[in-house]
T-cell receptor, first 114, second 112 residues
């Protein structure tokens, strides 16, 4: 079993839809959870990070962590064509990934159609 | 200045060439990273520098040689690469090795 599982998609939604992106993990030591957005042929851009369980909201984005289920989600409200990108979850036992060992999911490719 | 810059954006090289990738940040970050990303795959960690010292080498072949001349600069020297080394090479930095990582735009490398 891989440490982090993420459905690669592709996921296609109409503009204005609520998008739900998810990752599951197996390592109960993970405490820090990040979501990166990567546009085609660009580097990953940090969207959100959360610590332990709970929700965090930033504009149209909400990150949710359920440590009891080892499940994290990123919700995008009122999705826009500019949200079309690959979304990577990443996690670590330590803030930011001690010694660089962020564990990434495979990424979900999202397409928002006008 | 809140970004990581990388040059060149694109690079095409032959298997006998020697080239270098450059990464720069002026955020005062003391940890810098090199990642390799193949198409439709997540980034794979190659090297970590912490306070200008190499702290992690993820069993990367010696044809890749990192260098950290100062706290703002990170280079990746390339020599005798193989076509399978073609990928997007990403640089990242963080305040320390235990802080959130910020990525540069990457250098897209093609080895012929």
């Amino acid at each position: 079993q891989k440490e982090v599982e993420q459905d690669p998609g592709p996921l296609s939604v109409p503009e204005g839809a609520i998008v739900s992106l998810n990752c599951t993990y197996s390592n109960s030591a993970f405490q820090y959870f990040m979501w990166y957005r990567q546009y085609s042929r660009k580097g990953p851009e940090l969207l959100m990070y959360t610590y332990s369980s709970g929700n965090k909201e930033d504009g149209r984005f909400t990150a949710q962590v359920d440590k009891s289920s080892k499940y994290i989600s990123l919700f995008i409200r009122d999705s826009q064509p500019s949200d079309s990108a690959t979304y990577l979850c990443a996690m670590s036992p330590y803030y930011g990934g001690s010694q660089g060992n962020l564990i990434f999911g495979k990424g979900t490719k999202l397409s928002v159609k006008p | 200045d809140t970004e990581v810059t990388q040059t060149p954006k694109h690079l095409v090289m032959g298997m006998t060439n020697k080239k270098s990738l450059k990464c720069e940040q002026h955020m005062g970050h003391r940890a810098m990273y090199w990642y390799k990303q193949k198409a439709k795959k997540p980034p794979e960690l190659m090297f970590v520098y912490s306070y200008e010292k190499l702290s992690i080498n993820e069993s990367v072949p010696s044809r890749f040689s990192p260098e950290c001349p100062n706290s703002s600069l990170l280079n990746l020297h390339l020599h005798a690469l193989q076509p399978e080394d073609s990928a997007l090479y990403l640089c990242a930095s963080s305040l320390t090795h235990q802080e959130t990582q910020y990525f540069g735009p990457g250098t897209r490398l093609l080895v012929l």
